[in-house]
């Protein structure tokens, strides 16, 4: 194992801000039809995407650790940014941008206090309580749903629904993304509704072409984006 780099080596902690990103890729590696996870990373990468969260909970720390070596090099050669789900430890030993924490992770606060101001934090939200919480706590971004049935988000609960998404774009200034059943077909509601973007995992993961996938969604979030900016 190589040995962990300084925060100098980081690509995007400030430099590539998350209203920007338009895009936030989850990954499953069970919905890549066999494809390595590396494989289709970079195609998503190759189609535009900025961001990429690894969302591998089945994996043990040491092969976790070791999937992180092996799409860094490939993440950050695109000169996009990698996070991680919950694991701050492993944000900490490795030249990982940031970290995307779940309710059961550490505290938004709490890890702003162990990673300090350059790192990433992004925080899943199903409520508008837990946006407030998020948005205090000094995360950078949050992600909110489910807003469309979903079999990955189905432990959520229901959908939240896009109304639930305008109450929290009206009293929340984080950058939010909307996620859970998010295709090119309902994209633009997402967006009309006030998310800065899209947070997907089978939309890419699962296409039989990911950087055709990726740059479709793009043009959606953005075409939706610059109307918005016009009116």
Not at 51 to 73: A, G, N
Not at 142 to 156: D, R
Request: hydrophobic content about 45%; charged content about 20%; aromatic content about 4%.
């Amino acid at each position: 194992m190589q040995h962990a780099k300084s925060d100098e080596s980081l690509v995007c902690p400030r430099t590539s801000h998350p209203s920007s990103w338009g895009l936030y890729v989850v990954t499953d590696r069970s919905l890549t039809k066999g494809r390595p996870l590396e494989v289709v990373v970079d195609a998503a990468l190759a189609g535009g995407a900025k961001t990429v969260q690894l969302r591998e909970k089945d994996l043990s720390t040491r092969e976790l650790y070791q999937l992180i070596e092996r799409l860094l090099p490939i993440v950050h050669g695109r000169g996009a940014c990698l996070l991680v789900n919950d694991r701050v430890d492993l944000t900490l030993a490795l030249p990982i941008d940031g970290v995307h924490l779940s309710r059961t992770s550490l505290p938004p606060a709490e890890t702003r206090a162990l990673l300090g101001p350059t790192r990433l934090i992004g925080v899943s939200c199903h409520s508008l309580e837990e946006a407030i919480e998020a948005e205090r706590g000094e995360a950078d971004f949050i992600t909110f749903g489910p807003l469309f049935p979903t079999p990955s988000k189905a432990a959520y609960g229901p959908p939240v629904g896009l109304a639930q998404l305008r109450e929290v774009r009206r009293q929340v200034q984080l950058p939010i993304f909307g996620i859970g059943g998010i295709t090119v077909f309902n994209a633009a509601s997402v967006m009309a509704a006030g998310a800065d973007g899209a947070a997907v995992i089978s939309a890419v993961m699962a296409a039989d072409d990911p950087a055709d996938a990726v740059s479709n969604l793009l043009h959606v979030a953005r075409s939706v984006a610059r109307g918005a900016a016009e009116r």
